[in-house]
């Protein structure tokens, strides 16, 4: 896929998309702590918003969906869930999303890759924390369960993504 033209709104605009964008974001993670999905390790998900994280990001660059992740990460922690989640969350979408703006600076407009790389470093981050939270290191022995995890979960949002764009840019950009 080639480079998403990234085009400048009236600030009134911008705000409205990243309210739509936000509110897109919200839903996505209520709807994703409503699905009971058993998986190898505890609070494992399927990273829903990030599809939107992923579409922001591509459409809009990196501020942009910067502001909608951590307005996503703070509300969902005060609406849904405690302290510890908001802490997790927090490592998981920082080390996720610096990923992915580097990524995006390489791949220009892959989202399936950017995704990918999202979902690694996403899992990555909340362990590292989870380590810092139990002052150990040990739960490094759900590393290989959280990276493939990460990775089927990144590439499916980012798959998802890559369907989307295409249309979502028409819409936007040239409607």
Do not use: D, W
């Not at 702590?33 to 390790?41: E, G, M, T, Y």
């Not at 999303?97 to 995006?104: I, R």
């Not at 290989?144 to 949002?157: D, E, H, K, N, R």
């Amino acid at each position: 896929m080639e480079k998403v033209e990234k085009k400048k709104f009236s600030p009134a605009m911008r705000l409205a998309y990243m309210g739509i964008f936000l509110a897109l974001a919200l839903i996505f993670s209520y709807v994703e702590a409503l699905i009971p999905i058993p998986f190898a390790v505890p609070g494992m998900k399927l990273g829903l918003p990030n599809l939107v994280i992923v579409v922001c990001l591509c459409l809009f660059g990196p501020l942009p969906a910067l502001c909608i992740n951590v307005l996503r990460v703070i509300l969902v922690g005060v609406l849904f869930t405690n302290a510890y989640s908001l802490l997790f969350s927090l490592f998981g979408a920082a080390f996720s999303f610096a990923a992915m703006v580097l990524v995006e600076e390489v791949f220009h407009g892959s989202p399936v890759v950017t995704s990918v790389f999202g979902g690694l470093f996403h899992n990555t981050g909340q362990l590292l924390a989870a380590a810092l939270a139990v002052s150990t290191f040990q739960v490094a022995y759900y590393l290989p369960a959280l990276l493939l995890s990460g990775f089927v979960t990144g590439l499916i949002i980012g798959i998802l993504a890559r369907i989307i764009l295409p249309r979502l840019h028409l819409l936007l950009f040239k409607g």
